[in-house]
């Protein structure tokens, strides 16, 4: 397994009025965090708050090209980032929902002491297929056809690549000493958006350069 230390690229907030950074997720432009009663958009250029969006937003968001989706306790809303309307919801899965990814068409839930990563159908919340995990999950990330993961005990927090059929960790990032890691996701290049806890920031992680095939 490769492990390498993480190089912290830039550092977002605290924010006022978000004392926490749940999910995070992109759309492109900005870098959405879900931060207890709304949804917040950042500039990742100024690192100023753009807007917020009033909604449960707990735990992990996702994007999935035009819509957000937002865990709020037993439940997954899909909400329209333009006019903030919660559009539908469907049924999360049971068992402590942590972070949330967008990929492949589907949603990827994970479960925090559950250990594990749920493929879920975004239309009716069923769960398609489970992926173990060895190590509590926080945010979920999928990038280059490659499912990321955090992870987050104690004072030890890292970023985790495992295989999508095995769980197996393939690759790990290690956060500095005391930084919690909460939600995770990528900017679709070298850079991972990831979420502070109770620190109330997000920090932007140099993703790995690929080994040449």
């Not at 830039?10 to 432009?29: C, L, T």
């Not at 999935?64 to 037993?74: I, P, S, V």
């Not at 979920?140 to 993961?149: I, K, R, S």
Request: hydrophobic share 35%; glycine share 14%.
């Amino acid at each position: 397994m490769k492990t390498s230390q993480a190089q912290i690229l830039q550092e977002y907030g605290p924010f006022p009025g978000a004392d926490q950074v749940h999910g995070v997720s992109f759309d492109g432009r900005h870098v959405w965090f879900a931060s207890g009663d709304r949804l917040n958009a950042v500039d990742p250029a100024s690192g100023q708050l753009a807007r917020s969006i009033e909604v449960f937003a707990h735990a992990g968001t996702a994007f999935d090209g035009r819509h957000l989706f937002q865990l709020a306790e037993d439940r997954i809303q899909k909400i329209d980032p333009g006019s903030g309307q919660v559009l539908a919801t469907i049924p999360a899965p049971d068992g402590g929902n942590s972070g949330m990814a967008w990929a492949e068409g589907m949603l990827w839930v994970g479960q925090y002491r559950n250990q594990r990563i749920h493929q879920v159908d975004p239309g009716t919340g069923a769960i398609l297929r489970t992926i173990p995990c060895s190590r509590f999950v926080t945010g979920v990330t999928w990038v280059d056809g490659e499912l990321w993961h955090g992870t987050w005990e104690g004072e030890e927090s890292d970023l985790r690549r495992i295989d999508p059929e095995t769980g197996a960790v393939l690759e790990r990032i290690d956060m500095p000493a005391g930084v919690g890691l909460s939600g995770v996701e990528s900017d679709g290049g070298d850079r991972f958006f990831c979420g502070g806890a109770r620190s109330g920031t997000i920090r932007a992680v140099r993703r790995p350069a690929r080994d040449p095939q």
